[in-house]
């Protein structure tokens, strides 16, 4: 009886936490059917602060920091990125009712995770007392790209199975799908990069590490950035909230297995990442 009112103060408690508070309160009004609306350009420009913000603190760790040292946690987050969409394709191969494509694209979505986890996870660690490491944030691009990475190729090798099984010929993959013949894998892998480099999220995260590193901006990360970023990120909860309310009508569209998955697979990831960091 003792432990159930622990995890139960627990839980309490941690719902009182301004995160997972404008999270819920965000969900609470798109239940009531509230008109309230974050304007699309708005949530960007805080997803941007936010990102830059994750991306300078970054950089200036990393600065201060011994360069071999981080090569270990930089390999770590990149494995554990693999590692999560392998492993993840193998479970929903179980599956037969579940397209590759859309199996690889699932375990890809929880490989690369998202800039929005990252940030609040770092806000829940910080109010939590919790110490990490600075340069956490410039660990992120390199288990989002092998994540992403992985899940396309092997996402296109088995379509290339497929084809190759139906018309009998030999199939190689190429940029713009399969072909007899033409770019191989490492074209395929060179345009996913640089597409992941390209996108939004990462292009500001990179930046973010890049002034951070070779600049000196100090003064306005603590002036303006850190000030601002429980502000900015209790908005994005509160879309996050509103968003994920409006998704759970969609939940009995899809597969169980999807659902199962989203439930557990982010407790192992996050053994699987506690168990890699506590090695490194």
Request: proline content about 4%; overall charge neutral; hydrophobic content about 60%.
């Amino acid at each position: 009886m003792a432990t159930i009112v622990e995890v139960t103060t627990v839980l309490l408690g941690q719902l009182q936490k301004p995160t997972m508070a404008f999270l819920m309160g965000g969900m609470l009004l798109a239940a009531l059917g509230s008109k309230l609306e974050i304007p699309a350009p708005i949530y960007k420009f805080v997803v941007l602060l936010l990102l830059l913000k994750v991306g300078l603190g970054a950089g200036i760790s990393v600065r201060s920091a011994d360069a071999i040292a981080l090569m270990a946690p930089a390999l770590a987050a990149a494995a554990i990125g693999v590692l999560i969409v392998v492993m993840g394709g193998k479970l929903f191969s179980y599956w037969s009712t579940i397209p590759k494509s859309d199996a690889m694209a699932t375990v890809g979505l929880f490989g690369a995770v998202s800039a929005a986890t990252l940030a609040a996870g770092m806000a829940m660690l910080d109010a939590e007392g919790i110490y990490y490491e600075g340069f956490i944030g410039a660990l992120y691009p390199f288990m989002d790209v092998a994540a992403l990475v992985t899940a396309v190729v092997l996402a296109r090798v088995s379509e290339t199975r497929v084809a190759v099984s139906a018309g009998g010929g030999t199939a190689v993959l190429g940029k713009g799908g399969i072909s007899l013949g033409g770019e191989g894998e490492g074209s395929l892998v060179r345009s996913v990069i640089v597409d992941t480099a390209k996108s939004p999220a990462i292009s500001a995260l990179l930046l973010g590490i890049a002034i951070g590193l070779f600049a000196k901006p100090g003064s306005v990360y603590a002036s303006f950035y850190e000030p601002l970023f429980r502000g900015l990120l209790s908005i994005l909860m509160l879309v996050m909230g509103m968003e994920a309310w409006s998704r759970l009508a969609e939940l009995k569209k899809v597969a169980h297995a999807y659902l199962l998955y989203a439930l557990l697979a982010p407790l192992a990831h996050g053994l699987l990442a506690f168990g890699t960091g506590f090695v490194v």
